[in-house]
């Protein structure tokens, strides 16, 4: 039996598997720039978050119906469960979508047809966090959740992604203001490739609760002892880091430090169809490569479901 987990840092994006998004291309008359899924898996040979986003966002034509975004969910949340996920809080990028003139609520219909039958098909309760894309401008953004507000029961919380370097937490102050006003939970991924600085930015000018990656708060102890002191969770994704260089080999990653400092770290699995594995996964290789034992495992998981937005009942229940 897997550890029970839950999942705080998962792109739906990027839980597409070569073999689905050759089906969906098929279906839908998309041409994809390979001829197969095995010249496909070659181009994952990232030199870093950008080079990896190009892909990402080049794969995602073949997402254009309510049914697509659904078996994607769906197949997410079976392989997710496969592996000991309790509780998902699931990440999408709707203008990743509009911009191509796919509209907002088949999107955000599509997911949540899967996540309403999760909970009855694969013991996997959800939450879903939208992502405004921080390399595109702060008016989009609150354009996108301007047009969201018709599904708000659906949505969670809001997060912030894409394209760190250059585009500071700082710049989305007011969707962030705005989302708060209407009751929305608030992530946004910091120091993943950005410095500590963007990390202190996404607390004191966003307000976040939890700091998606924050790998980069190392370089700055101020900051590590607030992190702790706060109880700030961070999501990291130690297979990520090291498919996007951020650390060189996964011997190298901090995450055991980080627990020592007294950090509330969780471990996930980001874009688990690039980079290599999915969050059980995750967890066999930080345990393999970093020599971590049953009861630092068993205090991941625990950390996972405490950093979750499950209300306490909840979470005794996905324990
Ligand atoms: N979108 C999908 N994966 C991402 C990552 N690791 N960092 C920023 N944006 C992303
Ligand atoms: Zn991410």
Redesign the pocket.
């Known amino acids: 039996m897997p550890l029970p987990k839950a999942e705080l840092h998962v ?1 739906i ?2 839980t597409l598997e070569p073999e689905l998004a050759f089906a969906l291309a098929r279906r839908n008359g998309v041409e994809l720039p390979f001829a197969d899924t095995e010249e496909l898996r070659r181009a994952y040979d990232f030199e870093d ?1 950008q080079s ?2 190009d892909l ?1 966002y080049a794969l995602m034509a073949v997402l254009r119906t309510e049914d697509d975004f659904a078996e994607l969910t769906d197949a997410y949340l079976a392989r997710a469960a496969a592996q000991g996920v309790r509780h998902a809080e699931i990440f999408f ?1 709707p203008q990743a979508h509009t911009v191509r003139g796919v509209p907002i609520a088949t999107v955000i219909e599509g997911l949540a047809r899967a996540l309403d039958d999760s909970e009855r098909r694969h013991g996997v309760s959800t939450r879903l966090i939208m992502c405004f894309l921080r390399d595109q401008s702060a008016a989009f953004a609150l354009e996108t959740l301007q047009a969201a507000r018709p599904h708000l029961h659906r949505i969670t919380g809001i997060g912030l ?2 394209a ?1 370097v250059g585009h500071p937490p700082a710049k989305f102050r007011e969707v962030y203001e705005a989302a708060g006003a209407l009751g929305l939970r608030k992530v946004a ?1 910091a120091g ?1 490739e950005g410095p500590a600085s963007y990390i202190t930015e996404a607390l004191d000018v966003l307000g976040v609760e939890r700091v998606d ?1 924050g790998l980069r708060c190392l370089e700055d102890t101020d900051l590590v002892e607030r992190l702790v002191r706060e109880r700030i969770p961070l999501t990291l ?1 130690p297979l ?1 880091n090291v498919r ?1 260089r951020a650390v060189d080999v996964l011997e190298d990653h901090p995450l055991p430090r980080m627990m020592d400092a007294g950090l509330l770290c969780t471990v996930n699995s ?2 688990p169809a690039y980079f290599g594995g999915y969050v059980g996964d995750t967890f066999h290789a930080v345990r393999e490569a970093l020599g971590l034992d049953e009861e630092r495992l068993r205090e991941l998981a625990r950390n996972s479901f405490t950093a979750s937005f499950l209300e306490d009942d909840e979470e005794r229940r996905a324990r």
């Open positions: 792109h994006e990027g978050l990896f986003l990402y990028d992604d894409s760190e991924h993943e990656h994704c990520s996007l980001d874009d």
